[in-house]
């Protein structure tokens, strides 16, 4: 099992940024393939972005690339996503994620974080 504890949500004006934190505990967490979701009211939670236990593949949809970064740091447990450039569409609930790196789904959720954008 692994417990994931999202932080660093709030309230920014458009063309602001956040850093979202992720802290893991439970097993090793470098043994996970870490992810960033995001979900708003009356719509199913969508991938924002993944990073493999190194820190050496990460991945992004489209409509943030440019403007999020995921980083990890395995000393410390924890996972981030920095947010640049935010606009209003990005007002949302961010959830941390971690599957195996063996496995192809994402079976560990935070409970996550809102963002609100403000325009």
Not at 27 to 45: E, L, N
């Amino acid at each position: 099992q692994v417990q994931l504890v999202e932080s660093g949500g709030g309230l920014v004006q458009a063309g602001g940024s956040l850093r979202l934190s992720c802290a893991a505990s439970g097993r090793t967490f470098s043994g996970y393939t870490m992810g960033w979701f995001r979900q708003v009211p009356g719509k199913g939670r969508e991938f924002v972005a993944s990073i493999t236990w190194s820190g050496g593949i990460t991945s992004y949809v489209d409509f943030v690339k440019g403007r999020f970064t995921i980083s990890r740091d395995n000393a410390k447990n924890t996972v981030y996503l920095q947010m640049n450039s935010l606009k209003a569409e990005d007002t949302a609930v961010y959830y941390c994620a971690a599957r195996p790196n063996y496995s192809a789904q994402f079976g560990f959720w935070g409970q996550g974080t809102q963002v609100t954008v403000s325009s």
